[in-house]
């Protein structure tokens, strides 16, 4: 049903997003990430954009507001819009 030939690729993401809450298997993991700045600006725009699932948006905006309180030098520029984050400026 979802490998057919013209469904649409956010539809196939919706419904495998939302199958996988109820899967046996969907229990929750840790986890242990590096960045640098730039890779962690883009990370965070990328990861709170409105397509994105929501787990990963709220979890992503948590690391937005926690990066914004530690540098505000270099996140301080989000304005965060529909809960997804927008640097004013694209070079830091």
């Known amino acids: 049903m979802l490998d057919e030939e013209g469904v649409p690729f956010q ?49 992503f905006g948590r690391i937005g507001e926690i990066m914004r309180a530690e540098a505000p030098d270099l996140f301080g520029d989000y304005e965060v819009e529909d809960g997804a984050w927008v640097p004013k400026w694209r070079k830091v």
Do not use: D, Q
């Open 11 to 59: 539809e196939k993401k919706h419904k495998t997003s939302f199958m996988r809450r109820f899967a046996p298997e969907g229990v929750g993991t840790g986890l242990v990430w590096t960045a640098n700045v730039r890779s962690l600006r883009h990370t965070l725009e990328n990861r709170t954009v409105p397509g994105a699932e929501e787990e990963i948006r709220l979890l």
